[in-house]
């Protein structure tokens, strides 16, 4: 709170920041990532990563990728670690629930980690796009270690699929063990 000229009158400040403006080519990835198509009658907006995503065994890797691109970007604005770590839990869970077949698809359209990445970003950016070049190194190492745990999980996934296909496979020609 501000005294203004009038000794008996307090006013309000609004200490919130001003909106910083995001470079054009991450809104554009967001756009054409998650709302770049219009189902016409029904309006439903979808966009590559739907597409995409239907490549059995890298859609949702490759969409996974392209979606990190907007985390490591978040660095570049200076957001806070925890809206850091918020990005990489709307990739992740992008990424673990749209392995589930069909249902994972018809999740993923409706997730958009692209466009909830891009508000994030844009609500907690600290410097504008002209000044959001340097990286910092402890922000980098935070980033680091989250995509290490993120690698670790989708290699994980690929282990646990093959056991999976390969139990299924021992079942189907007679020669599982209980």
Known sequence: ???SGDQNRLELVDKTRSKI??????????????TMFRIPVLGWRFGLNTIIDLIPGIGDTATS???FYLV???LRYRVP???LLRMMI???IYYVVGLVPVAG???????KPNKRNLELLRRHATVSASEAHELRRGDLLFVGIIFLFLSLLV???FVLAYIGAQFAADVVNGHATF
Not at 105 to 111: L, M, P, Q, R, S
């Open 1 to 3: 709170m501000v005294r």
């Open 21 to 34: 403006e995001i470079e054009r080519r991450l809104v554009r990835l967001a756009n054409v990532m998650d």
């Open 65 to 67: 990728i392209i979606s």
């Open 72 to 74: 490591v970007s978040g």
């Open 81 to 83: 670690k925890i809206t």
């Open 90 to 92: 709307n990739t992740g």
């Open 105 to 111: 698809a018809i999740f993923d359209t409706w997730w």
């Open 155 to 157: 290699a994980g996934t």
